[in-house]
Nanobody
Framework: QLQLVESGGGLVQAGGSLRLSCAAS????????MGWFRQAPGKEREFVAA????????MYAEYVKGRFTCSKDNAKKQLYLQMNGLRPEDTAVYYC???????????????WGQGTQVTVSS
C-alpha cells in the first residue's frame, strides 16, 4: 500500500486558483490509478477527479469539469490537482487516494491521505 500526504490547501477568494499536491511513498506508485475526493461539513465524501496509472484517461465530476485539472508524475511520485475558477461551494477537505483499477467510487480506493483544507470565500 501507499502512504499519501496532501498539501497546498488554503484560503482563497472566489475566482482564484490553488494547486494541490499529493506525495506518495511506498512501492509501485506507477501501478496505481489515483483520485481526488472532497468532503464538506455535514456532507458525504464525493468524487472530484481521477487519472489512470500512467496519468491518462482523466475523469472529472461534472461540477469541476473545465475548472480543475488532475495530473500524475510517476517519476516524482506525485499527484496534482490544479483548481481554477474556485467557488465557495468548492470549500471542503480534499483527499487523494489510490486504487488498482479505475473509478469514481470512494469504496474502490484503498489508501487515503489525511486531507488538506480548501476554503473559498465569496
Amino acid at each position: 500500500q501507499l502512504q499519501l500526504v496532501e498539501s497546498g490547501g488554503g484560503l482563497v477568494q472566489a475566482g482564484g486558483s490553488l494547486r494541490l499536491s499529493c506525495a506518495a511513498s511506498g512501492r509501485d506508485f506507477s501501478a496505481y490509478s489515483m483520485g481526488w475526493f472532497r468532503q464538506a461539513p455535514g456532507k458525504e465524501r464525493e468524487f472530484v477527479a481521477a487519472v489512470d496509472w500512467n496519468g491518462g484517461n482523466p475523469m472529472y465530476a461534472e461540477y469541476v469539469k473545465g475548472r480543475f485539472t488532475c495530473s500524475k508524475d510517476n517519476a516524482k511520485k506525485q499527484l496534482y490537482l490544479q483548481m481554477n475558477g474556485l467557488r465557495p461551494e468548492d470549500t471542503a477537505v480534499y483527499y487523494c487516494a489510490s486504487v488498482h483499477g479505475f473509478g469514481g467510487q470512494p469504496k474502490q480506493y484503498g489508501s487515503w491521505g489525511q486531507g488538506t483544507q480548501v476554503t473559498v470565500s465569496s
